[in-house]
């Protein structure tokens, strides 16, 4: 089944602004979320196809959310994309072993971030 509903999760409005920048255009429905708390609940109610999350956030960071969806039987089937400012390899091997599908440094690249939906999808 084709990818349209996102979950963009990320404490900076410009991120999210670029990120919904970019799907929007390429014809996917957006929403967002500013933490991972706020996150957890949209989840929930609004049952996404795909989460784009960051890494650096208040409260939990998204280390810890993306293993709480990965845990969740609810949650676990919905697959999710580290888009992170921590650019190193340690942190792109510990994204995965949280439960991420892909991870992407920032700035992201549109067309990387795109192949990687279409992946997914």
């Keep these: 089944m084709a990818i349209q509903r996102i979950l963009i999760v990320d404490d900076s409005p410009t991120d999210r602004y670029y990120l919904t920048d970019i799907l929007v255009k390429h014809g996917f429905s957006v929403s967002t979320a500013e933490n991972g708390e706020q996150a957890l609940l949209k989840i929930r109610a609004e049952k996404p196809q795909l989460i784009l999350m960051d890494v650096v956030m208040p409260g939990a ?8 969806i ?33 991870y992407l440094a920032k700035p992201v690249d549109a067309a990387d971030l795109l192949a990687k939906i279409a992946d997914l999808g």
């Excluded at 960071?61 to 709480?68: D, E, I, L, S």
Aim: a positive charge; glycine letters at 8%; hydrophobic letters at 35%.
């Design 61 to 68: 960071n998204g280390f810890q959310v993306t293993r709480v």
């Design 70 to 102: 990965a845990r969740d039987p609810e949650l676990q089937d919905v697959p999710v994309i580290i888009c992170s400012s921590k650019n190193q390899e340690t942190d792109r091997i510990w994204g995965l072993r949280q439960g991420a599908r892909a």
